[in-house]
């Protein structure tokens, strides 16, 4: 069938060989170029190679070479990455383990809060391939010392009441719960010492 096709269509076959010297470099072995995630690439202008250049997406970064070309039917080098960047986390009261501009997917950084103060959330987050951190960015709170829970309590009351009169009230009651508790004692205590 094809040397009929052939002899009864010369034209055809002149084409044939013209399309595959054109095309010689493509032709042996290598197929497009391998896709890669957040990046494309575009074929640099040649007649006689088949050279493709590898651009990322924005926010991400180009990791590996970013030209390649077909050699001996396979593309070399292997293609490069599109890799996600992560902007510097903002940490209140604290610091980051490694300071920069930016962070490479999947790099993890360990957070830092400053004296008096303590880590909510997790303490390590990776950069992730869609640009955020994974957990998410933790907080630096400060640590309630023991025997300052009353305070922060007393703190937590004010912003419940909604006027001075009832703060008054509050502690009032509060004071005479307190003189309560030491008049029973004191009357337990005399019993105490009335009995035998
Ligand atoms: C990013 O990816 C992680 C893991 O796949 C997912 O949990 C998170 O919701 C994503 N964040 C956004 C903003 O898409």
């Known amino acids: 069938m094809p040397l009929k096709l052939q ?27 391998p896709k890669i995630d957040h990046g494309r690439y575009t074929k ?17 970064t180009l990791v590996g070479e970013e030209k390649i070309s077909c050699s001996d039917s396979v593309w070399s080098p292997a293609a490069p990455q ?8 903002e940490i209140a009261n604290g610091k980051l383990s490694v300071y920069k501009i930016h962070y ?8 830092q809060c400053n004296t008096g103060y303590g880590v909510v959330g997790s303490e ?15 907080k630096c709170e400060r640590k309630i010392l023991a025997g300052c829970e009353q305070v922060l309590a007393g703190k937590h009351l004010m912003q419940c009441l909604p006027g001075s009169q009832d703060v008054k009230l509050a502690l009032e009651v509060y004071k005479l719960s307190l003189e309560i508790d030491v008049l029973e004692l004191e009357r337990n205590k005399e019993k105490a010492f009335q009995e035998p």
């Open 7 to 33: 002899s009864t269509f010369p034209a055809l076959s002149l084409f044939g060989v013209l399309a595959t010297l054109l095309s010689l470099p493509g032709l042996f072995g290598c197929q497009f170029p």
């Open 82 to 89: 599109c890799k996600a960047l992560c902007r510097t986390p």
């Open 124 to 138: 390590r987050i990776t950069c992730l391939e869609n640009r955020t951190w994974y957990p998410e960015v933790p």
């Open 104 to 111: 490479i997917e999947p790099e993890t950084v360990t957070v």
């Open 44 to 60: 640099l202008f040649s007649i006689f190679s088949t050279e493709y250049k590898y651009e990322c997406d924005s926010g991400y």
